[in-house]
């Protein structure tokens, strides 16, 4: 007799509740803002309304709960399927779309909570702030030395120390105007200040590095 054919099968346990989870890091993110490293997971869970049992389907501790929220941060300048369906873009047009993104992120005033969590953390958890900017500003980093290296592969722009290339990038895209927005002495960029910020970054990029005689220079100094 032919034995019925199995349905595919599925993973044991409950399925993930995505509403759940976004509460979650919600709730996390508010409270580390406002009340600091100090906050207690269970404090977090009641404040998203979920069980305790739910932060630890995703993570070990406090400290990993705070990666993870700034992961999410980081997401919202590039993902990783993003950054990868432009890595073969035209780099003028690869480093304004990621540029836009980044400027973004960074301009709020929020990141200068997240510097305060930072530096009152790292007493008690030395590690903690070389894993905040790994997952977050140092993961953009990285992103950013990757398409400007890729661009030198494809003789977009000459051989260059892409690491430096980057850091100077990021500087002509923030300026003084990230310190003054971070300490509140101005409000943040509106769309069309960071439209304009991002593209003379890049078009002033692309003059210094744009030939090959002003890149040995500046790799020199």
């Known amino acids: 007799m032919k034995q019925p054919e199995e349905g595919p099968k599925r993973s044991r346990g409950r399925p993930k509740d995505h509403a759940k989870i976004t509460a979650l890091f919600d709730a996390a993110r508010d409270l580390f803002l406002t009340r600091g490293i ?14 305790k049992a739910t932060i630890y389907s995703r993570v070990a501790s406090k400290e990993e709960l705070i990666e993870a929220v700034i992961r999410r941060e980081s997401d919202l300048t590039i993902t990783d399927d993003e950054f990868h369906a432009s890595e073969n873009l035209p780099i003028k047009e690869a480093l304004v779309a990621f540029g836009a993104r980044y400027l973004k992120f960074i301009n709020g005033r929020e990141l200068h909570g997240w510097d305060r969590l930072m530096a009152s953390a790292s007493a008690a958890h030395p590690d903690l702030p070389r894993k905040f900017f790994d997952a977050g500003p140092g993961r953009a980093q990285k992103m950013l030395v990757e398409i400007i290296g890729n661009a030198c592969a494809r003789s977009e722009l000459p051989a260059l120390d892409s690491g430096v290339a980057a850091d100077d990038l990021t500087g002509l895209w923030l300026g003084f105007v990230n310190l003054e927005i971070k ?38 100094r």
């Not at 100090?38 to 069980?51: F, G, Q, S």
């Open 183 to 220: 300490l509140g002495a101005r409000e943040p960029l509106t769309d069309a200040e960071i439209s304009q910020k991002v593209s003379r970054g890049v078009d002033l990029f692309l003059k210094i590095y744009g030939t090959s005689d002003t890149v040995v220079k500046l790799s020199r």
């Open 38 to 51: 100090d906050v207690t997971l269970e404090e977090i869970a009641r404040h998203a309304n979920v069980a």
